[in-house]
């Protein structure tokens, strides 16, 4: 096992796995606490659309797919504050839209999409330096907005009509964590992979609030959980070679069942002692 660490590629799928807890326990505790799981499943499928178009005009698919997955979020926001359709319609609206676009654009894009599947399920272990620099670059980013501006983000989080009652700016706030979530689901789609990325962004977070209901707490606590659900999972998929987002999502499942058996337990017998 520790032969591995010696090679480049595994290295920086650890650092990788790193930077993706960071980042999702940031955003997942945002998306679990303000219930923005739907949207975030949205926001996921519908950059789809992005990487299509990315393929078909030959340039980065991850810029299009950044663009076109803030586009999305931001049109879900206004269909659904401004132009009253309800949020689950606006959310499936772009969800279908964005695989619909992405399917098209990719059976029209000339020749053969060998890192299709990669976006689709996810491989942490082609993961390059430049990638790296590009998710730090972000995940600093994210950190520095969530130090300064965290007693907003929590208010928010929790009651953002309370918060408006109290002259927060909601709306900013709103946009810009919308912003953050959509282009750390796209920056995470190729480590992880669109079909499970949700479960990574909402297992670690699920977990850590059977124990804790302090935000903070959870954000701290799920990160942990987040290592170890990704570390974990990298290195079963590397010994059985299968893909690393599915270990992940195996190893985060199975620690919630634990989890939550245990607590289960534990409280039941001390009812009983009472």
């Known amino acids: 096992m520790i032969e591995i660490l010696k090679y480049g590629f595994f290295q920086n799928a650890l650092l990788?796995?790193?930077?993706?807890?960071?980042c999702c326990g940031i955003l997942g505790t945002y998306?679990?606490?303000?219930?923005?799981?739907?949207?975030?499943?949205?926001?996921?499928?519908?950059?789809?659309?992005?990487?299509?178009?990315?393929?078909?005009?030959?340039?980065?698919?991850?810029?299009t797919a950044i663009i076109f997955a803030v586009a999305s979020a931001f049109g879900v926001e206004i269909l659904s504050s401004k132009y009253k359709v309800r949020e689950d319609s606006a959310i499936a609206a772009f969800w279908a839209l964005g695989m619909a676009l992405g399917i098209i654009f990719i059976f029209m894009s000339p020749g053969f999409t060998p890192s299709l599947?990669?976006?689709?399920?996810?491989?942490?272990?082609?993961?390059?330096?430049?990638?790296?620099?590009?998710?730090?670059?972000?995940?600093l980013l994210l950190m520095g907005f969530t130090y300064f501006f965290i007693r907003q983000i929590i208010f928010i989080a929790f009651d953002p009509e309370f918060s408006k009652v109290n002259r927060l700016p909601v709306k900013m706030i709103e946009y810009i964590m919308l912003t953050f979530i959509a282009i750390g689901i796209v920056l995470s789609i190729r480590m992880i992979g669109?079909?499970?990325?949700?479960?990574?962004?909402?297992?670690?977070q699920i977990i850590s609030n059977i124990f804790f209901n302090d935000y903070i707490k959870i954000i701290i606590s799920s990160v942990f959980v987040s290592v170890i659900g990704c570390t974990g999972g990298l290195f079963i998929s590397y010994f059985l070679n299968v893909p690393a987002g599915a270990c992940i999502v195996l190893i985060l499942s199975v620690i919630f069942i634990v989890a939550k058996s245990a607590f289960f337990i534990t409280n039941k017998s001390a009812m009983k002692k009472q």
């Open 16 to 22: 990788g796995s790193i930077l993706i807890s960071l």
């Open 31 to 63: 998306i679990v606490t303000r219930r923005l799981v739907f949207i975030s499943g949205g926001i996921t499928h519908a950059s789809f659309g992005g990487l299509g178009i990315g393929f078909f005009l030959g340039i980065n698919p991850v810029i």
């Open 117 to 139: 599947t990669e976006f689709l399920f996810g491989n942490i272990l082609t993961i390059t330096r430049s990638d790296l620099l590009w998710f730090s670059l972000f995940c």
């Open 194 to 204: 669109i079909v499970l990325l949700m479960s990574v962004l909402t297992l670690p």
